[in-house]
Nanobody, 121 residues
């Protein structure tokens, strides 16, 4: 089993920045891609960004000019740097990790408990 713990969410004004962190523990040697989903009220959960152990990244078009994902394999952690935040970025952000037999877009994998990001003046 793998446990994921997110941190770094909060309230920020439009145009501000936040950095989310996700730390994995347990059977971390089984992990392949890790990434971030978000879910806004009344909307479906969407994949925001993902990163391979080797640092290959995928970032959603809607945020690619503002968000960046990074990974520290030694710490079993990933990060999401969010800049120029907009009210529409308000959502619960979830960390997800998958094994080598799973995909980020698929139904399986490990999830964190989520961290709230609110962008408001």
């Amino acid at each position: 089993q793998v446990q994921l713990v997110e941190s770094g969410g909060g309230l920020v004004q439009p145009g501000g920045s936040l950095r989310l962190s996700c730390a994995a523990s347990g059977r971390t040697s089984s992990l392949n891609y890790m990434g971030w989903y978000r879910q806004a009220p009344g909307k479906e959960r969407e994949l925001v960004a993902s990163i391979s152990p080797g640092g290959y990244t995928n970032v959603a078009d809607s945020v690619k000019d503002r968000f960046a994902i990074s990974r520290d394999n030694a710490k079993n952690a990933i990060y999401l740097q969010m800049n120029s935040l907009k009210p529409e970025d308000t959502a619960v952000y979830y960390c997800k990790a998958v094994t080598w037999a799973q995909t980020m877009a698929g139904p399986n994998g490990y999830w964190g408990q989520g961290t709230q990001v609110t962008v408001s003046s």
